[in-house]
């Protein structure tokens, strides 16, 4: 029996793809559906069935293209907006998130110890000579409290068999006969505070096991010891299998390297990463398990596979969980059935860095001496013990910002850890562990002597957010840490910052309705915001042309009557500045003020430093 089949052609409706808006969707689903539904729907207004089902329709596709957008967002470093996607970008790029920076100094340790006679001749009592123990805490007079990290030990002498310390006669009785000396060593010192605690792992076998640490703010750990005495360390990645130690010279050429390095395997090892938004710092543990055997570099895939019995000329896929993978000794073994006693510092900030002088109390002392010293004499020594602080402890930094982790990021991204153009060196300088101090700003320039060495310039901040120039131990720490990435061919010679201090003399014309207290009151208010420390970078020019903005923009002015910058220097009506002289006229060039080569402008006391006048 014949059937008739009837064929429908349905017209072509074409879509568009380029809607990304609420609007946008609406206007190209209205004009959809008077194209092709015209016939059965009239009213597409607002209130109508219609225009409701638009709506949705719109909202959903508008909700949909903007989360789309934002993931899309979300896998870039530079485009990033969630916290948890960016210290993820930056953990990536290889920058550990730290924490604020501890302060540090080196204190001169002053001790007092009864002479003896020796071949005709009176020398410091060798059974009295103390050493001042790592861990042994000071206080600044504002109560910071500051941990001697090595110990200074009073008795160490040269391959000439002299003290290294400096020897001073301090009494001589009637018969001029010496009967005190005074000894005198510098030891570093950080603000960071020591904590130990104790952690008891259970006994079953956990690959990567974490833990937290108690305490916020984690610069550094010391040391991570089980129940066997094993060290645990740290390394930068868990495939790195051996790390450098250091110990103490003790060859005749102590004076010339006094610590010696060697290369150890680290079969327990493990890393270490900050959460920013919470401060805590947790510790991840390696893979394998110390009571297996393992003697393969990779594991092999076919001890995984599933066994196959008897005569079979087909059989499916075979399927391995890639995990087991993973059950190697080469990635680091996790600790079971022991007890981890963890030492390590913490805290820092800018408020840590205190004035010359300051260190001088004692909150805990620790010492050794000599078995054979009578009691009454270690009682007598330890209490003479006095310590300074010549140089101010400076290095301590608040926790950087998340825009500034993620500039290094974005510059360390491709360093693959060696310095090699100039953004790697900054970045590298920029992510120096917390533990060794935090340089503000940093600046380089090729060197004009040496085409193959550049110039580094760095400053660094005190307790109140004033530039001061960078102690020497911070630059030795800097120094250390930066010939482990350096090319063995390059130099970098490491420079103070020039600090030009500054001050605004302006004068402006306003109108009769303005009140002139309050209009300078606005424009020194919007100036001193200009002028913000944070603003400025080592090397970086004043516009001329922001400023008058800053001016002319604030309501009432009509005119600017004068302008011009000052030099202060010195000490200037009790206040302190720097002692680097400059000539803004010389320096002023195409509208821009230019500091000298490796300088950086301060307004060092915004209050005094802008002054304004209404003509």
Avoid: W
Wanted: glycine share 6%.
């Amino acid at each position: 029996m014949a059937r008739n089949i009837k064929k429908e052609v349905k017209k072509h409706k074409e879509v568009s793809y380029l809607q990304k808006d609420f609007q946008s969707f609406r206007s190209q689903l209205e004009s959809f559906s008077r194209q092709h539904y015209g016939d059965k729907v009239v009213d597409f207004t607002d209130g109508s069935l219609a225009g409701m089902f638009l709506d949705i329709a719109s909202y959903v596709g508008d909700s949909m293209s903007f989360y789309l957008d934002h993931q899309f967002n979300e896998l870039s470093i530079e485009t990033a907006v969630e916290e948890t996607n960016i210290e993820s970008h930056i953990r990536q790029s290889g920058i550990e998130i730290s924490g604020p920076s501890a302060s540090v100094t080196d204190l001169t340790i002053r001790i007092k110890v009864p002479s003896i006679l020796s071949n005709g001749a009176y020398i410091p009592d060798d059974i009295s000579i103390p050493s001042v123990l790592s861990g042994t805490i000071f206080a600044s007079q504002a109560g910071i409290e500051f941990t001697l990290l090595e110990t200074v030990n009073f008795k160490n002498k040269d391959s000439d068999g002299n003290y290294i310390a400096d020897i001073e006669i301090y009494t001589v009785n009637g018969n001029n006969q010496i009967t005190e000396f005074i000894m005198t060593l510098q030891g570093r010192c950080s603000s960071s505070k020591t904590f130990t605690e104790t952690i008891t792992i259970e006994d079953a076998f956990v690959p990567f096991r974490t833990i937290q640490l108690n305490k916020t703010d984690v610069s550094e750990i010391i040391s991570i010891i089980d129940s066997s005495e094993d060290n645990y360390y740290e390394v930068e990645s868990l495939t790195q299998d051996s790390v450098f130690q250091r110990y103490e010279n003790t060859r005749n050429d102590y004076e010339l390297s006094q610590q010696r390095l060697r290369l150890i395997p680290a079969p327990k090892r493990f890393v270490k990463f900050r959460s920013r938004s919470s401060g805590i710092t947790t510790i991840r543990f390696g893979s394998g398990n110390e009571e297996k055997f393992d003697e393969d570099i990779i594991p092999d895939p076919s001890d995984h596979a599933i066994k196959l019995y008897g005569d079979r000329k087909t059989f499916a896929k075979i399927a391995i969980d890639p995990n087991e993978l993973l059950d190697t000794n080469t990635l680091g073994i996790s600790p079971r059935n022991t007890s981890l006693t963890i030492t390590y510092r913490y805290g820092g900030g800018l408020n840590d860095n205190v004035p010359a002088g300051s260190i001088q109390s004692i909150r805990t002392l620790l010492t050794k001496f000599n078995s054979s010293a009578p009691s009454t004499q270690v009682s007598e020594v330890r209490s003479t013990l006095s310590v300074i602080n010549d140089f101010p402890a400076l290095g301590g930094e608040n926790e950087p910002s998340l825009e500034e982790l993620r500039t290094t990021a974005i510059f360390a991204k491709t360093m693959q850890n060696r310095v090699v153009t100039r953004e790697d060196l900054i970045a590298r300088v920029y992510s120096m562990p917390s533990n060794f101090g935090r340089i503000f700003r940093v600046s380089v320039r090729d060197n004009p002597s040496n085409p193959l060495s550049a110039q580094l310039h760095i400053i660094s901040r005190d307790k109140s957010k004033k530039l001061v120039i960078s102690p020497d131990t911070l630059k030795e720490n800097l120094v250390v840490y930066l010939s482990q990435y350096r090319l063995i061919s390059d130099a970098i010679d490491i420079l103070d910052a020039q600090i030009i201090n500054l001050s605004l003399k302006y004068s402006a014309n306003i109108d009769v309705d303005s009140n002139a207290e309050l209009v300078i009151q606005s424009i020194n208010s919007n100036l001193k915001d200009y002028f913000k420390i944070e603003n400025f970078q080592i090397d970086q020019p004043i516009m001329i042309g922001d400023i008058e903005n800053i001016i002319l923009n604030t309501r009432g002015v009509l005119s600017i009557g004068s302008m011009r910058f000052l030099n202060r220097t010195g000490l200037f009506e009790g206040r302190q500045y720097s002692m680097e002289g400059y000539s803004p006229i010389r320096n002023l060039d195409r509208g821009m003020l230019f500091p000298p080569r490796g300088g950086i402008f301060e307004l060092r006391h915004p209050n005094d430093d802008i002054i304004g006048r209404i003509n």
